[in-house]
């Protein structure tokens, strides 16, 4: 069945470093796929999203492409800050409209 | 943000009590989801609904059951609470079942079975 693969976590950064989360799938068909976030005691908020190969989805600063040929979708940010500590999952939505989501990546950073 | 409201948002109940969390929308949407958010697993579905009645199984549906009377409220009931039902509760709807639909989340319900 589908599923997605995201890198482990946590993840600590320093402010204005550059950010990157790895997510591969696996999915038959073309799915369309989802970065989540989740600020702590929240639910999950959507940040951004691609629906067809090469597409790129972007969002706060945040951008991710859409790459069939390495089944990819990995998240980057330029400089984050303080603020975007949180946690982060990728997601697909396949052939058989079920969402499947990553084990999520804890990301924090200092100031 | 999208009106979903979770209820309780914490719970602490005893093995062998049932408990019934309840998801409301304000928005009319026409499907809903029950999630379990675990430690290295990310999220699974529970069960969703695809209208009022209608609902089917998802990856990790055994010990729960849901019911929908209404559009607006998604049930999800625990029979017989287990402690392997700890867990991070979201309820999440979405417009259609569409691949390109996205879905949105409540703030999710923090329930201990002791």
């Known amino acids: 069945g589908d599923s997605v693969t995201q890198m482990e976590g946590p993840v600590t950064l320093s402010e204005e470093a550059f950010l990157t989360i790895n997510c591969t799938y696996t999915a038959t068909g073309y799915p369309s796929l989802f970065w989540y976030v989740q600020y702590p005691g929240e639910g999950l908020q959507l940040l951004l999203k691609a629906t067809k190969a090469d597409d790129k989805g972007s969002n706060k600063g945040f951008e991710a492409t859409y790459r069939k040929e390495t089944t990819s979708f990995h998240l980057e940010k330029g400089s984050v800050q303080v603020s975007d500590s949180a946690v982060y999952f990728c997601?697909?939505?396949?052939?058989?409209?079920?969402?499947?989501f990553g084990a999520g990546t804890r990301l924090t950073v200092k100031p | 943000d999208a009106g979903i409201t979770q209820s309780p948002r914490h719970k602490v109940t005893e093995t062998g009590t049932p408990v019934t969390l309840r998801c409301h929308q304000t928005e009319n949407h026409r499907y809903m989801y029950w999630y379990r958010q675990d430690p290295g697993h990310g999220l699974r579905l529970i069960h969703y609904?695809?209208?009022?009645?209608?609902?089917d199984k998802g990856e990790v549906s055994d010990g729960y059951s849901v019911s929908r009377s209404k559009t607006e409220d998604f049930l999800l009931t625990l029979e017989s609470a287990t402690s392997s039902q700890t867990s991070v509760y979201f309820c999440a709807i979405s417009e259609s079942l569409g691949v390109n639909t996205e879905a949105f989340f409540g703030q999710g319900t923090r329930l201990t079975v002791v």
């Open positions: 609904s695809y209208g009022v009645k209608d609902t």
């Open positions: 997601a697909l939505r396949g052939n058989n409209n079920d969402m499947r």
